[in-house]
């Protein structure tokens, strides 16, 4: 467990995405593990431009054929098996947060990993993607 738990922190540094999730978290009460599910296929496709050699790899390890679009194509099937909802709106999330939701992530001290710079505005479309 110390050895997990010790490979998570590190986690937090290490171009891990941007914190959508903390936000949603702290304002609609929702379950961390499952807003990050919710969130993981707009964040890798946005974060592509940064990504898509390393994902290639990944995929490449794991029998995935078509490089980053065969990975993103069995990252939307396997959340589907696993029955996670495609939008936060699911969880009760809705709109009427989203500027607050934005600035929260963008100040988030995990926001500074993700591999592409965030600002609010971006922040924006990628909750609107969510939503």
């Known amino acids: 467990m110390m050895s997990a738990a010790a490979m998570g922190a590190t986690a937090f540094q290490k ?3 941007p914190a959508l999730s903390h936000p949603i978290g702290a304002v609609y009460g929702t379950q961390h593990g499952m807003t990050n599910a919710i969130a993981l296929p707009a964040v890798v496709k ?3 431009p ?3 050699a390393r994902v290639e790899l990944l995929a490449a390890y794991l029998g995935i054929e078509g490089g980053f679009d065969g990975f993103y194509a069995w990252l939307i099937d396997f959340s589907r098996a696993l029955g996670v909802p495609e939008k936060m709106s699911t969880l009760g ?3 009427d947060q989203i500027d607050l939701l934005a600035k ?3 100040e988030d ?3 500074g990993g993700n591999p592409i710079p ?3 505005e971006i922040t924006k479309k990628l909750y609107e993607e969510i939503l």
């Open 15 to 17: 171009g891990r995405g």
């Open 93 to 95: 999330v809705d709109r």
């Open 104 to 106: 929260m992530a963008v």
């Open 109 to 111: 001290p995990s926001a």
């Open 118 to 120: 965030l600002n609010t």
């Open 46 to 48: 946005f974060n592509r």
């Open 50 to 52: 940064a990504i898509e």
